[in-house]
């Protein structure tokens, strides 16, 4: 059993930056990719990002253009998003959530946050 627990989120200007923390319990927490999540209102949960069981290989998005960044620190059970240049559009709740297999299907991910509140103010 692993319990998540996301941190770091809130109300920034369009052009703003947040750090997202996403802290898990568990003694194997290293077993597992993470992967981050959103949903804005009405909309389906999105894939954003993940990262592996190392954290050697990640993959989003926009991580490709610098603007999103995962990172983890298996020696403290956390793992981070860092989010620059934020977007209204990025506005949604962010959930982190732990998979064997370093996926960007939500369907794959056994255990989630409840997750964090971001909001971009225009």
């Known amino acids: 059993q692993v319990q998540m627990i996301e941190s770091g989120g809130g109300l920034v200007q369009a052009g703003g930056s947040l750090r997202l923390s996403c802290a898990a319990s568990?003694?194997?927490?290293?077993?597992?990719?993470i992967g981050w999540f959103r949903q804005a209102p009405g909309k389906e949960r999105e894939f954003v990002g993940r990262i592996n069981r190392s954290g050697g290989s990640t993959y989003c998005g926009d991580c490709v253009t610098g603007r999103f960044t995962i990172t983890r620190d298996n020696a403290k059970n956390m793992v981070y998003l860092q989010m620059n240049s934020l977007k209204p559009e990025d506005t949604a709740v962010y959930y982190c959530a732990a998979s064997f297999t370093p996926s960007f299907r939500a369907l794959d991910y056994i255990y989630w946050g409840q997750g964090t509140q971001v909001t971009v103010s225009s």
């Open positions: 568990g003694r194997t927490f290293s077993s597992y990719a």
